[in-house]
């Protein structure tokens, strides 16, 4: 079978639950914020290289370094282990001011949809034996999804 000439991304879907948490980590020079115990939901027909089911998955973000990023087609970093998945994600100092802002108010129960899209080829490449690493394309946090 030939390899596709096309490179399409491949979308991950996440979602906050009762069982979600998050914190936000400030200090003098850098604020984090990182959820832990999202769900993955897997998208009807849709086929994904990576298997994200029966993992612990954490989402950490912070703000973009302006003096490294620039040039970057990427805003992160997925590493899936045996037992766990982390996102490091990178966002913009408006997109992660308003994040912020949006979690002191409304909190994350069943209110937050994570969504993150990255290459096939970059789904298919494995590091190492012990996990896979991937690069995030692109990434978006979508509020007010339906509660349960």
Do not use: W
């Not at 399409?8 to 984090?32: A, G």
């Not at 370094?65 to 490091?88: A, N, P």
């Amino acid at each position: 079978m030939n390899k596709s000439l096309l490179n399409l991304p491949e979308y991950y879907c996440f979602r906050t639950n009762k069982e979600s948490t998050e914190k936000v980590f400030r200090h003098s020079d850098r604020t984090t914020i990182e959820f832990k115990e999202l769900e993955f939901i897997p998208q009807m027909g849709m086929v994904h290289s990576l298997s994200l089911s029966d993992r612990e998955i954490s989402v950490l973000i912070g703000e973009k370094d302006k003096k490294t990023s620039k040039g970057k087609t990427h805003t992160g970093t997925i590493t899936i282990t045996d037992e766990d998945v982390f996102l490091e994600i990178a966002y913009d100092q408006k997109q992660f001011d308003q994040l912020l802002s949006y979690i002191d108010k409304n909190g994350i129960r069943n209110n937050l949809q994570f969504n993150a899209s990255i290459t096939e080829r970059e789904a298919k490449k494995k590091l190492n034996k012990n996990f896979d690493y991937c690069l995030v394309e692109a990434f978006s946090i979508t509020h007010n999804i339906d509660k349960k």
